[in-house]
């Protein structure tokens, strides 16, 4: 009986852990991870606001069914904004309360710091959401890296990041993506160096 018991205790034990480590997403296809990986060695060749709109787009399309569709539109959105206007665009969706709760999940601080974020020049705004926010917890990004980050990408990659992670499912693809999403989008030509505000 004991033995019994134990080996019931042991096979429980065992769900437990198997649960807690599976992901709580829908599994991409090997079809989809190879065509992200082709996304992927493609990206570093390319110049800044190519490069910066691909990546927006993949990550759309990868996270069809793993991110919330308003996110996934953010995405889009910038995928077809002219090069540095992508902060507006995703401005927008949270001041109107549509991703609210996903920023707030991200940035404890709430959606106050964007305010707080198109008053600051352009070149320091992804410094100070990566503060304000806490954003060294996650361990994806340097506050050097946010420094050279648009703001906006650094909210949406964060927002996405939050997601993955907590549902157990942030794959390496998908960090390295991210990565390209943001990395120096401070620098793309043709923005302006204050953001207008938004209502």
């Excluded at 993506?177 to 160096?193: E, H, I, K, N, Q």
Aim: aromatic residues 8%; charged residues 25%; contains cysteine.
């Amino acid at each position: 009986m004991i033995g019994a018991l134990a080996v019931v205790a042991v096979a429980i034990a065992g769900f437990i852990v198997w649960r807690s480590q599976r992901s709580l997403l829908p599994t991409p296809t090997d079809r989809a991870l190879s065509s992200l990986r082709s996304v992927l060695t493609t990206l570093d060749g390319l110049p800044l606001e190519q490069r910066h709109t691909l990546a927006a787009q993949a990550i759309a399309e990868f996270e069809e069914e793993r991110l919330p569709r308003k996110l996934n539109d953010a995405f889009r959105r910038v995928a077809i904004a002219p090069p540095g206007y992508g902060t507006l665009a995703v401005l927008e969706p949270i001041a109107k309360g549509d991703l609210e709760t996903e920023f707030r999940r991200m940035c404890p601080a709430g959606p106050g710091v964007l305010a707080g974020m198109i008053a600051e020049p352009r070149n320091t705004q992804g410094r100070f959401v990566y503060r304000q926010c806490e954003l060294e917890r996650y361990g994806f990004l340097s506050e050097e890296d946010a420094g050279k980050a648009d703001g906006g990408a650094i909210v949406l990659a964060f927002m996405a990041l939050d997601i993955l992670s907590e549902n157990r499912a942030l794959l390496a693809e998908e960090q390295a993506l991210l990565r390209a999403f943001t990395r120096d989008t401070v620098f793309m030509s043709g923005v302006p160096t204050r953001e207008r505000s938004f209502r």
